[in-house]
């Protein structure tokens, strides 16, 4: 799940000496049995050389603080095609680009209606 209701979504004309990057939150959630455990993580999201750069990470357990790790120096990683950072990456490319914005908003309709509705429990 990406976080697009905070304002900390930043696209930058340059960043480390590459350009169109956005720095971008996301929150992964696991539910298991009556456990909530999620993970919030900070990424440079090189829209250009479809790259990725991890800056942050923090686990999180029922809302308590497990571990918080920040990351000065790791490398640019490239992004496996069709997979939920290339989903990210095209997320973060069409901030800015209203034909790519129509696109993106169609596919996730579409998905929509190809996924089986939730079950409720009795």
């Known amino acids: 799940m990406v976080d697009t209701l905070s304002n900390d979504i930043r696209e930058t004309s340059t960043y480390h000496g590459r350009n169109h990057v956005v720095l971008i939150w996301t929150k992964s959630i696991n539910k298991k049995g009556g456990f909530v455990s999620y993970i919030t993580s900070r990424y440079a999201v090189d829209t250009t ?6 800056l942050s990470i923090a686990t999180y357990h029922a809302d308590s603080l497990i571990v918080s790790k920040s ?5 640019w990683e490239g992004v496996i095609p069709e997979s939920n950072n290339d989903v990210l ?13 129509h696109k993106f908003i169609l596919n996730a309709r579409s998905y929509d209606l190809k996924s089986p509705p939730d079950k409720k429990p009795n």
């Open 49 to 54: 050389n479809k790259q990725m750069q991890t």
């Open 71 to 75: 990351y000065d120096d790791l490398p």
């Open 89 to 101: 990456i095209l997320f973060c490319r069409v901030l800015h680009n209203q034909r790519l914005m």
